[in-house]
């Protein structure tokens, strides 16, 4: 089992950057495909960002990329989120998530692969 904490997340304009991290606790972090995901008001949650155990892989949705990084330190049983050029409808409590039964080569994009969540972190990017 695995626990997640996101942190990293605030209020900042358009155009402004912001990175989130996801610590994990527990020592079998390297063996889970890391995600984020994010939920903005009104609106079901979605797919950001997926990165595989080493790191080799990694997917975006097609509204961040290119602005969104996604990387890993599996030394430190963490994940980020690089987040340039944020726009409003980027606005959205963002979570991290473990796919305990993913690919070495390849992640998924579905939420219901995921076992283990955070809490979420909000961003806020004003206009």
């Known amino acids: 089992q695995v626990q997640l904490v996101e942190s990293g997340g605030g209020l900042v304009q358009a155009g402004g950057s912001l990175r989130l991290s996801c610590a994990a606790s527990?020592?079998?972090?390297?063996?889970?495909?890391m995600g984020w995901f994010r939920q903005a008001p009104g609106k079901e949650r979605e797919f950001v960002a997926a990165i595989t155990r080493s790191g080799a892989k990694r997917q975006y949705a097609d509204s961040v990329k290119g602005r969104f990084t996604i990387s890993r330190d599996n030394a430190k049983n963490t994940i980020y989120l690089q987040m340039n050029s944020l726009k409003p409808e980027d606005t959205a409590v963002y979570y991290c998530a473990a796919d305990s039964g993913g690919s070495m080569w390849y992640v998924r994009l579905s939420q219901e692969n995921y076992d283990y969540w955070g809490q979420g972190t909000q961003v806020t990017v004003s206009s």
């Open positions: 527990g020592r079998t972090f390297i063996t889970y495909t």
